[in-house]
């Protein structure tokens, strides 16, 4: 059946925020492997605004073809040049991020801007989400679907325009109308979340009718840059078939997990172990120069040893220099340690390493290191070795 809908209650919610306040309730942040927002995942009688099928999503022919418009929400270090690969790739790229002037330069080389998740969704075959954190990936998700989802809200008109098309008409502000073509929304979710939290944003986006998979990434901006990230990917196999050519042009290699929560919970554990990894290297810079060794030749033999990681020959000469230049905030490393200690409670493993370096990350970060990179880790330790008191 060709439906097409309008929904009345947009112009009653000023603005973005506004709209989402309905749909995300408020809880105290905490760890222990339970989610950071608690939504609903019961459908509450939400109108899809992309459409309505009488197929399941994963039977349908539509879902398994490649998209051909493509939605980015958030453009930060990540985001930025992900969809800036996409667009030079020749996709057609539509993107969104909370302070417009970081889309100025990806419309510059061809996307188009809309000025909110929803109007991005509506818009596009498939959408990407690249945000900060659990807070901001699930207000991402309330957004982009917030033409849609309002609590016992009825469908008003069914109709077919003028042009024959099947459609949805969605409100806009200011009353006119935008015409969204029907077919399956797909919602693909690469921030860095707790997997508890991901299976929330899953079940909220797949109570509309639409599919989701969860996409992680392992990789910082130059990996980003270069097209060089791997994908940590699990939910819905259809979905994941259908972007694979979307993921190969902002990466070199991705997996498929599974079912939704994996692929997240496979993203902690890496970054984990790499946050653990830095918080050793640094210590055994500062020591190496302590007993009067010179860093820079540990540096190199460590690169060319059985530990060795690029991580250790790229970061290691502008440590010794107190030179931080920011790939991978020191803030995400420590929210990704905690949120992989919360993992580990909810199945009571004992991860003491993890648990020593979080500490360490959250000094650096008492020391307003919170946006350098997080190789600044190595700071906290200065200050420990200047004060022996702490």
């Given at each position: 059946m060709n439906l097409l809908v309008k929904?009345?209650?947009?112009?009653?919610?000023p603005t973005p925020m506004a709209m989402c306040s309905s749909f995300c309730p408020r809880i105290p942040n905490h760890v222990g492997g339970r989610p950071i927002y608690q939504l609903p995942i019961t459908p509450l009688n939400y109108v899809p605004f992309k459409a309505f099928s009488s197929q399941t999503p994963s039977s349908s022919a539509e879902a398994n073809e490649a998209p051909s418009t493509v939605g980015f929400l958030g453009l930060g270090i990540m985001g930025a040049p992900m969809a800036q690969n996409l667009i030079r790739a020749g996709c057609d790229v539509t993107v969104w991020n909370r302070t417009k002037?970081?889309?100025?330069?990806?419309?510059?080389?061809?996307?188009k801007y809309k000025?909110?998740?929803?109007?991005?969704?509506?818009?596009?075959?498939?959408?990407?989400?690249?945000?900060?954190?659990?807070?901001?990936?699930?207000?991402?998700?309330?957004?982009?679907?917030?033409?849609?989802?309002?609590?016992?809200?009825?469908?008003?008109?069914?109709?077919?325009?003028?042009?024959?098309k099947p459609c949805i008409i969605l409100p806009k502000s200011d009353d006119k109308v935008l015409e969204a073509p029907m077919c399956i929304c797909r919602y693909v979710d690469v921030s860095t979340v707790d997997a508890a939290t991901s299976k929330i944003i899953g079940g909220h986006i797949k109570s509309t009718g639409a599919l989701f998979l969860e996409a992680p990434v392992s990789g910082s901006k130059k990996p980003a840059e270069d097209g060089q990230l791997i994908f940590l990917t699990a939910g819905d196999r259809s979905l994941y078939e259908a972007v694979a050519p979307l993921l190969d042009i902002m990466g070199k290699s991705r997996f498929y997990l599974g079912d939704v929560g994996?692929?997240?919970?496979?993203?902690?554990?890496?970054?984990?172990?790499?946050?653990?990894?830095?918080?050793?290297?640094?210590?055994?810079l500062l020591l190496s120069e302590k007993v009067g060794l010179d860093p820079n030749i540990l540096v190199e033999v460590v690169s060319q040893g059985a530990i060795s990681a690029p991580m250790y020959s790229t970061k290691g000469p502008s440590m010794i220099q107190s030179l931080y230049p920011t790939a991978f905030p020191l803030k995400h490393q420590q929210k990704d340690l905690?949120?992989?200690?919360?993992?580990?409670?909810?199945?009571?493993?004992?991860i003491p390493i993890a648990a020593a370096a979080?500490?360490?990350?959250?000094?650096?970060?008492?020391?307003?290191?919170?946006?350098?990179?997080?190789?600044?880790?190595?700071?906290?330790?200065?200050s420990k070795l200047q004060d022996p008191e702490n």
């Open positions: 929904c009345n209650f947009y112009h009653q919610l002037n970081k889309c100025n330069p990806l419309i510059s080389l061809g996307a000025s909110s998740p929803e109007e991005v969704a509506a818009s596009c075959d498939v959408t990407f989400s690249m945000l900060a954190d659990p807070q901001s990936a699930v207000l991402g998700c309330c957004l982009w679907k917030a033409w849609s989802c309002k609590r016992n809200e009825s469908r008003e008109r069914i109709n077919m325009p003028s042009h024959g994996n692929g997240a919970a496979m993203k902690l554990v890496v970054n984990m172990i790499m946050g653990s990894m830095m918080a050793s290297f640094s210590e055994g905690r949120l992989a200690l919360g993992l580990a409670e909810s199945v009571s493993q004992p979080n500490e360490l990350y959250k000094v650096a970060k008492s020391h307003g290191l919170s946006d350098q990179d997080f190789s600044a880790v190595i700071e906290a330790l200065k």
